[in-house]
């Protein structure tokens, strides 16, 4: 997992030259296959970001998966001993512990658009126990809060369309976002020093409410780590004398192939994330050693509903199906944007690929106007209508 932190500004810089264009599905086989770097760690990482940019979900589990590495699993047998343990819905238990908390810390695996849906989920409850500022580690954008709705432009994996979700309803919600990345070429321990620092300073500026702080990977964890000595959510405790809420989404992420899955992702009933908690309704924290979070979220394994992923669905969102009269060619790439925001290079709010008309041609939208474009295999705009989500 280390040499994906080093990947980060080489993504970045990627994504300039690249545009964060959305793509169809064979377009990143063929740049993948064409990757003669020799580096097949950088040739999948990337790959598999690239799908995931482009809503491929499925697709980006299995191209990660292709580099072979394994999160560390517990044993069997110890993981046969949570089974009857008592779980509680995360997005509640998380709630409500943040009422006492000054900094919540939530962290992410950078190709799993699915705990970006989780961060969203979190913004309502935490903003009504005085939430007020979101630091995003892939954030580079200093217009954001002006603007109200990410761009393309706004970073690599901002472009992904359940992140730039996750940034407008920040946005819509009243949080004052800010970005804290370190300088591009800092990596290890200087890009934690910086990192941390970026926010401290942030923070003695801004004092008019709580910090959510969302990041990628071990920049979540707490206590000692191998080669960066401390992290950047220990380095921040450091600067600010506060124990911040440490929450990891990561470790028991599902993997393409369910045989990888760890053994608690089956003892897992119902369609929402859940953590697990001792008899006296404590975190369960006998599944990890140092470095640690407060905290382990263990996700569902995805289902899929009309050939989309369930935990795209919430109380707001409604299925859309494009009219077949409207698809002038295969294959296509429909887009829906919030409305005015297409024009502006704005993230789109789903996207779909249509390779035959026997695709599925569902949309998973929130309520509000949008603007769906359809682009043919040339990625030229065939049609775009608008469209009232109720």
């Not at 072979?68 to 993981?79: A, T």
């Not at 899929?304 to 295969?330: G, H, V």
């Not at 209508?385 to 109720?390: L, S």
Request: with cysteine.
């Amino acid at each position: 997992m280390k040499k994906t932190f080093f990947l980060f500004f080489a993504i970045f810089s990627l994504s300039v030259k690249a545009q964060n264009t959305y793509k169809f599905s064979t377009d990143i086989v063929k740049e993948i296959n064409n990757d003669k770097s020799g580096d097949d760690s950088n040739k999948y990482q990337i790959g598999a970001m690239r799908y995931s940019i482009s809503n491929y979900y499925f697709k980006g589990l299995q191209t990660w998966d292709k580099l072979g590495q394994k999160e560390k699993k517990i044993s069997k047998d110890y993981s046969l001993k949570f089974i009857n343990h008592k779980v509680e819905n995360a997005k509640d238990y998380i709630i409500n512990k943040s009422k006492k908390e000054e900094i919540v810390i939530l962290n992410e695996a950078h190709h799993y658009a699915s705990h970006r849906m989780f961060a969203a989920s979190l913004l309502k409850g935490l903003y009504e126990n005085g939430y007020r500022y979101l630091g995003i580690e892939a954030l580079g954008d200093d217009s954001i809060n002006i603007r109200k709705f990410p761009t393309t432009q706004s970073g690599f994996y901002t472009s992904e369309p359940q992140f730039g979700n996750l940034i407008k309803t920040a946005l819509d919600l009243g949080f004052t976002l800010f970005k804290y990345e370190a300088e591009q070429g800092k990596n290890g321990k200087e890009r934690e020093m910086e990192q941390a620092e970026n926010i401290y300073k942030f923070m003695q500026k801004n004092k008019n409410g709580k910090y959510f702080i969302y990041c990628g990977y071990e920049h979540a964890y707490e206590g000692k780590h191998q080669t960066w000595e401390k992290t950047m959510a220990g380095r921040l405790s450091d600067l600010t004398k506060i124990n911040p809420l440490t929450i990891d989404q990561t470790q028991f992420s599902e993997r393409s192939n369910p045989e990888q899955n760890d053994l608690l992702l089956s003892t897992i009933n119902g369609n929402y994330p859940v953590v697990l908690l001792e008899e006296n309704k404590t975190v369960l924290t006998g599944i990890q050693k140092e470095p640690f979070t407060d905290i382990k979220i263990i996700h569902p394994i995805t289902t899929y509903i009309k050939a989309r992923p369930n935990w795209m669905l919430n109380k707001s969102r409604r299925f859309y199906e494009i009219p077949t009269s409207d698809i002038k060619s295969y294959p296509s790439l429909i887009f829906a944007y919030r409305k005015g925001e297409f024009e502006n290079k704005g993230v789109p709010a789903d996207i779909i690929e249509l390779l035959s008309v026997k695709d599925s041609r569902y949309l998973i939208l929130d309520q509000g106007n949008y603007d769906i474009v359809i682009k043919d295999r040339a990625y030229k705009i065939i049609n775009k209508f608008e469209k009232n989500i109720e």
